[in-house]
Structures are given as C-alpha cells and as structure tokens.
C-alpha cells in the first residue's frame, strides 16, 4: 500500500513555488520522491528555494517563466521535457490578490487577478497536457480556494477567479479523463503564508476567522502537502474534477 504514494521517478512542476502554498507543496512532493521544478517571476527567490530543498538532498531544477504569457509558457514547457524530463505532475498554484471595495475596485487589477489566477491555470494546463496526453498520462492539480465555494467583503474579483478555477478543473476533466489524465483541485482555506500577511496581522480578522472555523485555528502550511501527495499519486487513479477542500471545516460550517 505505500507504493500507492510513492512519486518516485515523476517530475513536478510547480507554478508560483518560490514562497508560500507553492514552495510546501514542492517540499512535499519532492519527499515522496518527486524530482520537483519551481517556477516564477523571480530568479532570486528561486534560487533561495532551490537551495533550500537541494539542502535536503532533494533533486529540483528551476523554470522562471511568467505564467500569464503563452508564448513563454510554451517554449519553457517544451524546453523542460526535452532537456530535464516529461512532466508527470503539474501544479497550477500562481496566484496573487488584491483587497478593495467592489465599487472601487481598480480595473486593471481586475485584469490582473483574471490573467494570474485563471487565464494561467488554462495557459499552463494547455501546454503540459499536450505532452500528457501523447502519453496516456498525468496528474494535474489546479490551486482553488475556499472561497471558490464561499464569498467575502473587498475580494468579490478573487472569489470569482478561484470559483473559476473549480469549474476549469471539471472542465478539464471531462475533456482528458477518458486520455488517462486525471484533474482536481485543491481549495485551501485560510493558511500562514505572505499573501495573507495583512490578515494575519489584523487581531480582530483573526479572532474572526478562529471563531468561524471549526479547527479554531489558521491552517499550516505542511498540512496542504498531503493533499497534494494523493492527488499526484496512483491513490488517486479514479479521482477526477473534484476540489478537496483543506480549511479546517471552514466550508461545511455555518
């Protein structure tokens, strides 16, 4: 039963992975066995995070492409499977947020939010599962939210790119199940990370949150990576279009 976890011999990659959400679930995946492929904006930061989990005698690589352009999508993909190795896993995490009233909410942010978080999860999906499918196989792993299923004040945009997310994912689904591809996602609730520093910080946010989560807490982020281990493993062979939700109960509680 353990080999059902076991990413031995698979590559990963993994957008948005030089910090927060990203880097745990490279981490995890690289401890299973993954050799794992960071991206992002930022060759400094990747750098510092490969370092971090080459530390840990794990094999990892860098791809510091933007993930809101095709092109470069496309010729960075294809570059990984022909000079590292073909991508069994992919992790859409990039994201980004931005808090304001709905009524004043800046146009380009808008734009922003819906290129980072969703026209991404599409450019990059597309371009890997090219290659997945020519294989019969591959686990793709699209980074939803809680709110996905639920809304809250100064982030109606967010929210309606991450409940976009979730019906990619089945759409995804639907279209590459029957090719041996299985798509799901992930819906974190509210986890320590630096997109959520300013939340962090605000007491009254947090004894809110504390209060309205059943966990009574704000998640860690190692409590993600078994989520993501079964989802890129052979446990979750017939597992397709769902969205499991990590919150601490934060979704099924009034």
């Known amino acids: 039963?353990?080999?059902?976890?076991?990413?031995?011999?698979?590559?990963?990659?993994i957008t948005?992975?030089?910090?927060g959400i990203g880097y745990a679930l490279a981490e995890g995946l690289a401890a299973h066995g993954a050799t794992v492929i960071l991206n992002g904006r930022s060759p400094e930061k990747?750098?510092?995070?490969?370092k971090t989990l080459a530390d840990q005698d794990y094999t990892t690589h860098t791809a510091p492409f933007d993930v809101t352009h095709a092109e470069a999508i496309e010729a960075s993909v294809a570059k990984i499977e022909a000079e590292i190795a073909p991508i069994d896993i992919l992790v859409n995490n990039a994201g980004m947020q931005h808090r304001a009233s709905l009524e004043d909410f800046p146009h380009d942010k808008w734009?922003?939010?819906?290129?980072?978080?969703?026209?991404?999860?599409?450019?990059?999906?597309?371009?890997v599962a090219r290659f997945m499918l020519t294989r019969g196989h591959g686990k793709i792993i699209n980074i939803?939210?809680?709110?996905s299923e639920l809304a809250r004040a100064s982030v109606a945009p967010y929210t309606a790119t991450k409940g976009a997310v979730k019906s990619l994912t089945?759409?995804?689904?639907?279209?590459?199940a029957k090719h041996g591809l299985q798509v799901n996602a992930i819906g974190p609730g509210y986890f320590k990370t630096p997109l959520n520093k300013a939340l962090m910080e605000n007491t009254e946010f947090t004894a809110w949150l504390e209060s309205r989560t059943p966990a009574g807490r704000w998640g860690d982020l190692d409590e993600l990576k078994g989520a993501a281990v079964f989802l890129a493993s052979d446990a979750s062979n017939f597992v397709?279009?769902?969205t499991l939700y990590v919150d601490g109960g934060l979704t099924i509680s009034l």
């Open 1 to 13: 039963m353990p080999t059902l976890f076991d990413l031995t011999g698979r590559t990963a990659l």
């Open 240 to 242: 397709n279009g769902h």
């Open 16 to 19: 948005g992975s030089s910090q």
């Open 144 to 147: 939803a939210s809680a709110t």
């Open 170 to 176: 089945r759409g995804m689904a639907t279209d590459w």
């Open 111 to 127: 734009d922003d939010l819906l290129k980072t978080n969703l026209t991404s999860v599409f450019y990059v999906a597309q371009a």
């Open 46 to 50: 990747l750098d510092a995070a490969v």
